[in-house]
């Protein structure tokens, strides 16, 4: 399974960027293997719209089964729900240990979109 991380910088001993389209990193944790690679996410830094949208794309292409942030946007949610990527919101601390609190089964996959579109 791979899971997918919002993240500050290319570590794993960094905290989890609570936004999702305009995190400057992600972290991609291959759980079966236990491996990780970090994904760029800095073409949506300063995107003036779709960043979203943008970022669950890659997220998808990186072959994601679950994706961890503090908070998504409504068409992000719905790319990544199109694409049978759970998304799993609100969570926060270091990213290690939020991989490890999600290998105990203790993060649960949202039903929506926790945040208002930008352009509503």
Known sequence: MKIVLTAREKSIDTEMDPRFGRAPFFVVFDT????????????????????????????????????????????AFQVLQASNVDVVTGDQGLIKEVVERFNRGELKAAQGPDVESHWV
């Open 32 to 75: 079966e293997w236990g491996s990780y690679s970090f994904l760029d996410n800095e073409q949506n830094l300063n995107a003036t719209q779709g960043a979203g949208v943008q970022a669950a794309q890659n997220v998808v292409k990186a072959g994601a089964d679950v994706l961890i942030t503090g908070s998504c946007g409504p068409k």
